[in-house]
T-cell receptor, first 112, second 113 residues
Framework: QQQVKQSPQSLIVQKGGISIINCAYE??????FPWYQQFPGKGPALLIA?????SEKKEGRFTISFNKSAKQFSLHIMDSQPGDSATYFCAARKGSNYKLTFGKGTLLTVNP | DTGVSQDPRHKITKRGQNVTFRCDPISEHNRLYWYRQTLGQGPEFLTYFQNEAQLEKSRLLSDRFSAERPKGSFSTLEIQRTEQGDSAMYLC???????????FGPGTRLTVT
């Protein structure tokens, strides 16, 4: 059972465009939703995270939108740059269960 | 503070051999996690330590896997009698108490031939 479903699997965007990656979860006990960025051969790096008590969080060019009733959340990358080309993972965690459950990832390519 | 470090970065071993990986968390981070990541997949949780206590193990962690954190600082992950299916990136992460964010190391890439 895949608890966090991520789409699309891959995404190609032109420089300056908006990249949108979506995730859906099943377990309503999840209470923390981070996004990680991973470059080839590197470990995942925390990008931005949100708690379900807010509907949106923005940090620089990165925004998380959260829809609790639909059990969905998304990452928006504004003014996408070639340096943003990486694999992006959404994840979720529930309460005192400290492990993160990850989506399968989205390979983002930003063309110059 | 240089972040979470892992050693070695790459390991090639023959099937049936034992391997051990080391993780050094960020200083004063009491929580330490091990994840496994296969090609094209997200990281999957293996086990979690609060100081030296191993509090949770995934069913992915078969009897051939053992993890320790003897003094609540660095941790080791040992795989005995390696199989080709063990080939993956093994990731370590750490976090302080009462803190949701987990910070990952660069990982150890294991190849079993």
């Amino acid at each position: 059972q895949q608890q966090v479903k991520q789409s699309p699997q891959s995404l190609i965007v032109q420089k300056g465009g908006i990249s949108i990656i979506n995730c859906a979860y099943e377990n309503t006990a999840f209470d923390y939703f981070p996004w990680y960025q991973q470059f080839p051969g590197k470990g995942p790096a925390l990008l931005i995270a949100i708690r379900p008590d807010v509907s949106e969080k923005k940090e620089g060019r990165f925004t998380i939108s959260f829809n609790k009733s639909a059990k969905q959340f998304s990452l928006h990358i504004m003014d996408s740059q070639p340096g943003d080309s990486a694999t992006y993972f959404c994840a979720a965690r529930k309460g005192s269960n400290y492990k993160l459950t990850f989506g399968k990832g989205t390979l983002l390519t930003v063309n110059p | 503070d240089t972040g979470v470090s892992q050693d070695p970065r790459h390991k090639i071993t023959k099937r049936g051999q034992n391997v051990t990986f080391r993780c050094d968390p960020i200083s004063e981070h009491n929580r330490l996690y091990w994840y496994r990541q296969t090609l094209g997949q997200g990281p999957e949780f293996l086990t979690y330590f609060q100081n030296e206590a191993q509090l949770e193990k995934s069913r992915l962690l078969s009897d051939r896997f053992s993890a320790e954190r003897p003094k609540g600082s660095f941790s080791t992950l040992e795989i005995q009698r390696t199989e080709q299916g063990d080939s993956a990136m093994y990731l370590c992460a750490s976090s302080p108490d009462n803190y949701y964010e987990q910070y990952f190391g660069p990982g150890t890439r294991l190849t079993v031939t």
